[in-house]
T-cell receptor, first 112, second 114 residues
Framework: AQTVTQSQPEMSVQEAETVTLSCTYDTSESDYYLFWYKQPPSRQMILVIRQEAYKQQNATENRFSVNFQKAAKSFSLKISDSQLGDAAMYFCACLGTYKYIFGTGTRLKVLA | GAGVSQSPSNKVTEKGKDVELRCDPISGHTALYWYRQSLGQGLEFLIYFQGNSAPDKSGLPSDRFSAERTGGSVSTLTIQRTQQEDSAVYLC????????????FGSGTQLSVL
C-alpha cells in the first residue's frame, strides 16, 4: 500500500522569498514516481514537477525544485522567488503501478 | 478536446436523489481516474479505467457508487440515493498511459447534497 503525508496544512511566504513544502511517502513499489501538483481556486490541478525514483538527481522546473531523499522517503518542494500567483493548494503524490496516491495538501499563502 | 471536461460544474441535489457526473477525457488518453476531494482532505481515489481492461473499483466507498466508461472515452460516475456525506468535489483525470505520465485534470464537479 502507498501512503503520502503532508504535515503542513498551511504555509505562508513573503513575496520574492523562498519556501519549502514537506512531503513524506511510503510505498512497497521498487519503481515509482513522485509529483507535486498545484490546485488554484479554479480547482483544476496543474503539474508542478515530477521525479522518477530511480533518478538520483533532483528535478527542477524554473523556480521550483525538489529535495528527494529516497532512503528517508522524503520529497520536499522548494519554491524560490515566490510570486503572488503561487498561492494555491499544493498536493504531493506518489505513483506506483498505476494508482496515484495524494497527500492532504498544503495551502500556500503569498504575502505582498 | 483541448483538456479534460467535466459537467456539471456544480450540482445541488436533495438527499436520496441519484446524480450523474460526466467526464470527457483528452482524446487518445487511455487511462482515466475519478477522485473525491472533501473539504480539508486530500484526493481520495475512487476508480481507475485503463483501455479495455477491467476497471479498478477498489476506491468506491459503497455500492451506491458506480462508474462506467463507454467506448474508451467518456466516463460517468453515478451516485445513487445520495447522502450528505457525499458532498465533495469530484475530480476526473486522464493520462496517455499509466506509465508514470502526468495526470491532466478537469475542473471538477462540486456536489452539494442538502
Amino acid at each position: 500500500a502507498q501512503t503520502v503525508t503532508q504535515s503542513q496544512p498551511e504555509m505562508s511566504v513573503q513575496e520574492a522569498e523562498t519556501v519549502t513544502l514537506s512531503c513524506t511517502y511510503d510505498t512497497s513499489e521498487s519503481d515509482y514516481y513522485l509529483f507535486w501538483y498545484k490546485q488554484p481556486p479554479s480547482r483544476q490541478m496543474i503539474l508542478v514537477i515530477r521525479q522518477e525514483a530511480y533518478k538520483q538527481q533532483n528535478a527542477t522546473e524554473n523556480r521550483f525544485s525538489v529535495n528527494f531523499q529516497k532512503a528517508a522517503k522524503s520529497f520536499s518542494l522548494k519554491i524560490s522567488d515566490s510570486q503572488l500567483g503561487d498561492a494555491a493548494m499544493y498536493f504531493c503524490a506518489c505513483l506506483g503501478t498505476y494508482k496515484y496516491i495524494f497527500g492532504t495538501g498544503t495551502r500556500l499563502k503569498v504575502l505582498a | 478536446g483541448a483538456g479534460v471536461s467535466q459537467s456539471p460544474s456544480n450540482k445541488v441535489t436533495e438527499k436520496g436523489k441519484d446524480v450523474e457526473l460526466r467526464c470527457d477525457p483528452i482524446s487518445g488518453h487511455t487511462a482515466l481516474y475519478w477522485y473525491r476531494q472533501s473539504l480539508g482532505q486530500g484526493l481520495e481515489f475512487l476508480i481507475y479505467f485503463q483501455g479495455n481492461s477491467a476497471p479498478d473499483k477498489s476506491g468506491l466507498p459503497s455500492d451506491r457508487f458506480s462508474a462506467e466508461r463507454t467506448g474508451g472515452s467518456v466516463s460517468t460516475l453515478t451516485i445513487q440515493r445520495t447522502q450528505q456525506e457525499d458532498s465533495a468535489v469530484y475530480l476526473c483525470a486522464s493520462s496517455h498511459s499509466a506509465g508514470g505520465e502526468k495526470l491532466f485534470f478537469g475542473s471538477g464537479t462540486q456536489l452539494s447534497v442538502l
